[in-house]
């Protein structure tokens, strides 16, 4: 059974800063992409961030382009979303999420999903 297992969240005030940490128990981790996604109260979940298999490739969101940072560690299984200059905005539930071959920015793309971890960003 393939989990992804977020962490890392919390409350954290305007202009501060937070790292996202996901593992997976996936055993083609190294051949899939990572993306995160977020889901604020009362929106529909939307893209965050991708990286390709090899880490070679990066894509952000422009509402997080040049604040957060996505990396990824494979013999570790694990994908990283570092955040910076946090905004009140970025305030959501945070989910990682998995997908064989090369990333998309669609969800619906996206077979494996964490369970997800709370950001509060506070003004």
């Known amino acids: 059974q393939v989990q992804l297992v977020e962490s890392g969240g919390g409350l954290v005030q305007a202009g501060g800063s937070l790292r996202l940490s996901c593992t997976a128990s996936?055993?083609?981790?190294?051949?899939?992409?990572m993306a995160w996604f977020r889901q604020a109260p009362g929106k529909e979940r939307e893209f965050v961030a991708r990286?390709?298999?090899?880490?070679?490739?990066?894509y952000y969101a422009d509402s997080v382009k040049g604040r957060f940072t996505v990396s990824r560690d494979n013999p570790k299984k694990a994908v990283y979303l570092a955040m910076n200059s946090l905004e009140p905005a970025d305030k959501a539930v945070y989910y990682c999420?998995?997908?064989?071959?090369?990333?998309?920015?669609?969800?619906?793309?996206?077979?494996?999903w964490g369970q997800g971890t709370q950001v509060t960003v506070s003004s």
């Open positions: 999420a998995a997908r064989a071959g090369w990333g998309t920015s669609r969800e619906w793309d996206y077979g494996y």
């Open positions: 996936l055993r083609t981790f190294s051949t899939n992409a």
């Open positions: 990286i390709e298999w090899s880490g070679g490739y990066t």
